[in-house]
């Protein structure tokens, strides 16, 4: 049972997971740095931006973000504090919200987007090989199939112009 990680895929699997927190906190200090928010709130953002009406049901917010349902609804009050988004009431079900982008909202993402985006390529784009970036995306399409999780390609980072 303990042996798990002493195979090469638990090995990886450790390795897997360290690398995701380091980059992640690099990409969070740069963010600091710049007085910008943190990494959550631009994928928030970024969720609502890219969806129909710039608006989401709360379930489906988080269903397109990785955090739980108390965090997010956490997460989208500190948002609706800061402006960037605000909560409707669904006409259809009284007790059901929406999450919905402000003009503010979508300027933040946009101001977030460019460190982003010089922080992936620095942190990740820059240190793999396309052969090494193909396969990866394969092995990782694949567990998520696997989980029956439907993040795609563009779950989350890449900005559409």
Same mark, same amino acid.
């Given at each position: ?46 969720? +609502? ?90 092995? +990782? ?21």
């Amino acid at each position: 049972m303990g042996k798990s990680l002493e195979t090469t895929k638990g090995s990886v699997w450790a390795l897997f997971l360290t690398a995701h927190a380091v980059l992640v906190e690099q990409i969070e200090v740069r963010l600091a740095q710049q007085d910008l928010p943190p990494l959550a709130w631009y994928d928030v953002l970024w969720a +609502l931006e890219r969806s129909q009406d710039q608006r989401l049901r709360m379930n489906e917010l988080a269903d397109q973000v990785v955090l739980s349902r108390s965090n997010l609804t956490r997460l989208v009050d500190r948002l609706e504090q800061a402006g960037l988004v605000e909560r409707q009431r669904s006409e259809d079900d009284r007790r059901g919200a929406f999450a919905v982008l402000t003009a503010a909202g979508k300027a933040m993402r946009k101001r977030v987007w460019p460190v982003y985006q010089s922080a992936i390529r620095e942190l990740f784009e820059e240190g793999i090989s396309e052969s090494e970036a193909a396969a990866m995306g394969k092995a +990782l399409r694949r567990l998520l199939e696997r989980a029956g999780s439907s993040g795609g390609p563009d779950a989350g980072i890449t900005e559409k112009r």
